[in-house]
């Protein structure tokens, strides 16, 4: 059975930094890519970052480009995402998500990714 558990949201203030952390447990090949995403009420989920967890290409979305950092530890099945420079805008739920394969032909598409975690809230307060 695949799990993957978040931690490490909060509350910060513009300019500030937080990082994520998602703990991957079951069978290895279901974290060929594992991505970050991000749901706002009343908005779609959107890909935040993605990596693949072979040969640690990295994917952004346009809006987290330079702020934001995705890396992975594969002896613990643990991907991390490392936010800096929040804005406001970044307030939302994010998600972490694993999927068998390549990354470059899922993300930023959510509907590509089929293991998902609980979510861990992030606040950016002005």
């Known amino acids: 059975q695949v799990q993957l558990v978040e931690s490490g949201g909060g509350s910060v203030q513009a300019g500030g930094s937080l990082r994520l952390s998602c703990a991957g447990s079951?069978?290895?090949?279901?974290?060929?890519?594992m991505g970050w995403f991000r749901q706002a009420p009343g908005k779609e989920r959107e890909g935040v970052a993605a990596?693949?967890?072979?040969?640690?290409?990295?994917y952004y979305a346009d809006s987290v480009k330079g702020r934001f950092t995705i890396s992975r530890d594969n002896a613990k099945n643990t991907v991390y995402l490392q936010m800096n420079s929040l804005k406001p805008e970044d307030t939302s739920m994010y998600y972490c998500a694993a999927k068998p394969g390549a990354c470059y032909t899922a993300f930023p598409d959510a509907n590509r990714f089929g293991y998902w975690g609980q979510g861990t809230q992030v606040t950016v307060s002005s």
């Open positions: 079951g069978s290895t090949y279901t974290f060929g890519c």
């Open positions: 990596i693949k967890t072979g040969s640690g290409s990295t």
